[in-house]
T-cell receptor, first 114, second 112 residues
Framework: SAVISQKPSRDICQRGTSLTIQCQVDSQVTMMFWYRQQPGQSLTLIATANQGSEATYESGFVIDKFPISRPNLTFSTLTVSNMSPEDSSIYLC???????????FGQGTRLTVV | KQEVTQIPAALSVPEGENLVLNCSFTDSAIYNLQWFRQDPGKGLTSLLLIQSSQREQTSGRLNASLDKSSGRSTLYIAASQPGDSATYLCAVLNTNAGKSTFGDGTTLTVKP
């Protein structure tokens, strides 16, 4: 199994500012993903983080709002830019095992924008 | 497009009861199905992974079954405990390089 460390675990931010969330994995993984979970809802995929190239964004998500970096196979960051109260959500980092495609998640970042 | 549905949306049971959570999916050509547990405000914890060639998986008091032809999976929890209270999500993976599709979850409350 993969152990994922996600930081920060929670934050309260002012509107118009940006927050960068970090995701560190204890082993090299090919597939890494960023999800958003709005209050009372299920998970929505934001993007697939690609090592050494631009992330692949899902419909409704754009790089200017959610820039993602993935400099190597164990680390990625997601930035939530120019935040508004509608960005208040839990943001989750996930990886998929190359052995059996089992998915693992970080502890999540609970973001509140005021 | 794969769609995943979980029924019921919420369930409340007394401690000690056995229970079944349901997950259905529209496209039976899946690679695997995974059950997760999520505590409020936290990340997801993997409970059981069933590959497309498997019929069931067991871990402790949990048993998950998969019927690809009918597009259904069940999560059976035996002798429920208050600590089992959480939201349970199922996720379907259609290809090994693709994206997972999540259900909306079943929120379980086990009363002492």
């Amino acid at each position: 199994s993969a152990v994922i460390s996600q930081k920060p675990s929670r934050d309260i931010c002012q509107r118009g500012t940006s927050l960068t969330i970090q995701c560190q994995v204890d082993s090299q993984v090919t597939m890494m993903f960023w999800y958003r979970q709005q209050p009372g809802q299920s998970l929505t995929l934001i993007a697939t983080a690609n090592q050494g190239s631009e992330a692949t964004y899902e419909s409704g998500f754009v790089i200017d709002k959610f820039p993602i970096s993935r400099p190597n196979l164990t680390f990625s960051t997601l930035t939530v830019s120019n935040m508004s109260p509608e960005d208040s959500s839990i943001y989750l980092c996930s990886v998929r095992s190359t052995e059996n495609t089992e998915a693992f998640f970080g502890q999540g970042t609970r973001l509140t924008v005021v | 497009k794969q769609e995943v549905t979980q029924i019921p949306a919420a369930l409340s049971v007394p401690e000690g009861e056995n229970l079944v959570l349901n997950c259905s999916f529209t496209d039976s050509a899946i690679y695997n199905l995974q059950w997760f547990r999520q505590d409020p405000g936290k990340g997801l914890t993997s409970l059981l992974l069933i590959q497309s060639s498997q019929r069931e998986q067991t871990s402790g008091r949990l048993n998950a079954s998969l019927d690809k032809s009918s597009g259904r999976s069940t999560l059976y929890i035996a002798a429920s405990q208050p600590g089992d209270s959480a939201t349970y999500l199922c996720a379907v993976l259609n290809t090994n390089a693709g994206k997972s599709t999540f259900g909306d979850g079943t929120t379980l409350t086990v009363k002492p």
